[in-house]
Nanobody, 118 residues
Framework: QVQLVESGGGVVQAGESLRLSCAAS????????TGWFRQAPGKEREFVAS????????EYTDSVKGRFTITRDNAKNTVHLQMNGLKSADTAVYYC???????????WGQGTQVTVSS
């Protein structure tokens, strides 16, 4: 069974940067991570960013626009989330996601913790 594997989380101070990465455990044409979500304590999981694998177009939630950048590496079927200017409000578990033969995200990584201290 193909899994999504995230890396790059950690503890940083406000204003600093982190780069998250996500790859499928087995490279397949049907399992390509294209989205990032996050879940803060006591809150529901929310959309953060997504990228269209074919044309590279991107979408972001308003709170991260101008600070976060999602990119893809086609050769490695990997998606990255560059997070600059981190704020304490960005503290959450970050999940990457893929649409596997579906219009909805239906495959999730295990999550990586991002903690921003003020």
């Amino acid at each position: 069974q193909v899994q999504l594997v995230e890396s790059g989380g950690g503890v940083v101070q406000a204003g600093e940067s982190l780069r998250l990465s996500c790859a499928a455990s087995t490279r397949t044409f049907t399992t390509i991570p294209t989205g990032w979500f996050r879940q803060a304590p006591g809150k529901e999981r929310e959309f953060v960013a997504s990228i269209n694998w074919q044309d590279g177009s991107t979408e972001y939630t308003d709170s991260v626009k101008g600070r976060f950048t999602i990119t893809r590496d086609n050769a490695k079927n990997t998606v990255h989330l560059q997070m600059n200017g981190l704020k304490s409000a960005d503290t959450a578990v970050y999940y990457c996601a893929a649409r596997v033969l579906s219009r909805s995200y239906n495959l999730w990584g295990q999550g990586t913790q991002v903690t921003v201290s003020s």
